[in-house]
């Protein structure tokens, strides 16, 4: 009987860390979707993902109640790709806190607080905590006003 219980209970572990495992991966997964600025990336939960142009060097400059209203995209592992999404393009960069932040094209990627449902945009082209914040395109450059512009620091 105690053999059954044990049997029971490990089932049950695995069934929990394999959803763990599973809710992990397309948290840290980036793909594609389409948005009233066109394709844009998002995250493994349809949110939407940002770069922030006062970011230099593939190093993230957004900390504190910054990182409050903007939330890294933070990877315990490597970051995955979904369809429509280049894998190469995909990395990742380590914060002062230890954590790594998905990097796409060398900008450290965020999402936005103010996006409250999966699909929104209301991060676009606000001028916050000092600098401006896009949404992110496929080829990994800021898309302005619905353009996608190579602007940005030169990645």
Not at 94 to 122: E, S
């Amino acid at each position: 009987m105690k053999l059954k219980i044990a049997l029971v209970i490990a089932a049950a572990a695995l069934i929990v860390t394999a959803g763990l495992a599973a809710a992990a991966t397309s948290a840290t997964s980036v793909g594609v979707s389409q948005s009233k600025f066109g394709k844009i990336l998002v995250d493994g939960h349809g949110r939407s993902l940002y770069l922030f142009d006062r970011d230099r060097n593939r190093k993230s400059s957004c900390y504190g109640g910054c990182a409050g209203e903007w939330p890294p995209l933070i990877v315990s592992g490597k970051p995955h790709a979904t369809s429509g999404v280049k894998a190469a393009l995909l990395g990742r960069t380590k914060r002062r806190d230890g954590r790594w932040q998905v990097t796409f094209r060398g900008h450290p990627l965020y999402t936005f607080a103010g996006d409250a449902a999966k699909g929104q945009t209301n991060g676009e082209g606000l001028d916050d905590f000092g600098g401006w914040w896009y949404l992110v395109s496929p080829a990994g450059v800021k898309v302005v006003g619905g353009a996608s512009s190579p602007g940005g620091y030169g990645y």
